[in-house]
């Protein structure tokens, strides 16, 4: 059973970084491409980053030049380093894997807040 648990959420004033962390377990993590995934109150689940295990890399516009997504495949980690924080970045975070061969399979975290605000 593939399981993916993030952390590193919180409260962070404007212009403040935090880092957010997700682990998989239960399967191969070379197998998948993995990224993040935000939704505020009211609003769909939209594409934050991706990276794939080659290391090839995607981002939102709106995050673009702020966020990095990077990965270790030996620790099974994927990393959403976010600066230049800004309160339109509050929504909860989800850590996504998708596989490159089964694209079927799609697995998704719990989700952990960040909250950006004076």
């Known amino acids: 059973q593939v399981q993916l648990v993030e952390s590193g959420g919180g409260l962070v004033q404007p212009g403040g970084s935090l880092r957010l962390s997700c682990t998989l377990s239960?399967?191969?993590?070379?197998?998948?491409?993995m990224g993040w995934y935000r939704q505020a109150p009211g609003n769909p689940r939209d594409l934050v980053a991706v990276?794939?295990?080659?290391?090839?890399?995607n981002y939102a516009d709106s995050v673009k030049g702020r966020f990095a997504v990077s990965r270790d495949n030996a620790k099974k980690m994927v990393y959403l380093q976010m600066n230049s924080l800004k309160p339109e970045d509050t929504a909860v975070y989800y850590c996504n894997a998708q596989n490159r061969i089964a694209a079927q399979y799609v697995y998704w975290g719990p989700g952990t807040q960040v909250t950006v605000s004076s």
């Open positions: 239960g399967s191969i993590f070379s197998l998948y491409d």
């Open positions: 990276i794939t295990n080659s290391g090839s890399t």
